[in-house]
């Protein structure tokens, strides 16, 4: 059973300023909760109740949302109001949250190595939260990926068919379909041209690490934009032994861009607000 789930929250955000420029872009609400509730709950679902963050500075608002805030709660206690906080209060009563700074932005597998410490030596979630995802059918994505790994005792990582000409957008992967929606991974290219993209099968923020990526990354140089790559290390871990990658069942709005965070706010509007 996989108990962790770590969420890498340093990154500026700059495709969203000035909103971001004094907010985390963690913070975002897609109606009214912020993107990174989305992403705890959807890792709580999974079973993975310690929720590791790995912020950076400006970003002390997601600590304290995933606190109590006692001026507040005494404002509104015995109120209808009270109603609101329902959501936060089942996640603060379900999971345990911990974090640790990453000093300088070297990347997400910079940002993971980071959360080490907070992991140790176990098999873990990452969830980024800019990539809201949502199954109104059944499991969340994160829970049919523990789910699979219980199966493959390996990483996975999910993946979703995306238009050639979005590919230099994603890490993209090679791999040998086994069944329906699951393929082993041959190779893996970040953010490929179309012609150097060998699939259309793009990598989102849902993945299940083993721990011996921590190495992996320790010896990874520093690839595309002068960042250590997560991609980079996986790809040497498919190499070494095993990774997974699966095409999900749900859907997935990109809202660390403006289009996909609209998208996003209207759907959870019209499909979710009001109605749980
Ligand atoms: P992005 O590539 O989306 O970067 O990072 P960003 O800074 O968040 O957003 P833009 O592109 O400037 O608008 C992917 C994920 O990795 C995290 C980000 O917080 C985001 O969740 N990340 C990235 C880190 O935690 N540390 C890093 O050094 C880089």
Do not use: W
């Not at 962790?4 to 955000?13: E, M, Q, R, S, W």
């Not at 907010?23 to 897609?30: A, F, G, V």
């Not at 000409?165 to 090679?174: N, S």
């Amino acid at each position: 059973m996989i108990k962790k789930c770590l969420f890498p929250v340093a990154g500026y955000g700059t495709r969203f300023l000035p909103a971001t420029k004094s907010m985390p872009k963690e913070m975002l609400p897609i109606v009214n909760k912020p993107l990174v509730q989305y992403g705890v709950e959807e890792a709580i679902e999974a079973g993975m109740t310690t929720c590791a963050f790995v912020t950076g500075r400006g970003k002390r608002s997601i600590a304290d949302h995933f606190d109590i805030s006692y001026e507040l709660e005494h404002q509104i206690s015995g109120t209808g109001k009270e109603a609101y906080l329902d959501s936060i209060r089942g996640v603060l009563e379900e999971g345990v949250f911990t974090m640790v700074r990453q000093r300088e932005m070297k990347g997400l597998g910079h940002a993971i190595l980071t959360g080490r410490s907070l992991i140790g030596n176990e098999p873990f979630g990452v969830l980024l939260s800019d990539d809201l995802c949502l199954n109104a059918e059944g499991a969340s994505v994160l829970a049919q990926m523990a789910e699979l790994y219980n199966q493959f005792r390996c990483s996975i990582v999910a993946i979703q068919e995306v238009p050639m000409e979005e590919v230099h957008k994603y890490g993209v992967i090679k791999g040998e379909s086994l069944k329906d929606g699951i393929y082993r991974v041959d190779d893996m290219v970040e953010k490929p041209s179309q012609e150097d993209a060998p699939s259309n099968l793009a990598i989102i923020g849902r993945y299940i690490l083993t721990p011996d990526i921590f190495e992996i990354i320790e010896e990874t140089e520093p690839g595309a934009n002068g960042e250590i790559q997560l991609t980079d290390a996986l790809q040497t871990q498919a190499k070494r032994g095993c990774v997974m990658a699966y095409k999900f069942e749900g859907k997935r709005f990109d809202c660390g861009s403006v289009p996909g965070f609209v998208e996003a706010t209207n759907h959870v509007y019209e499909n979710y607000y009001g109605k749980d």
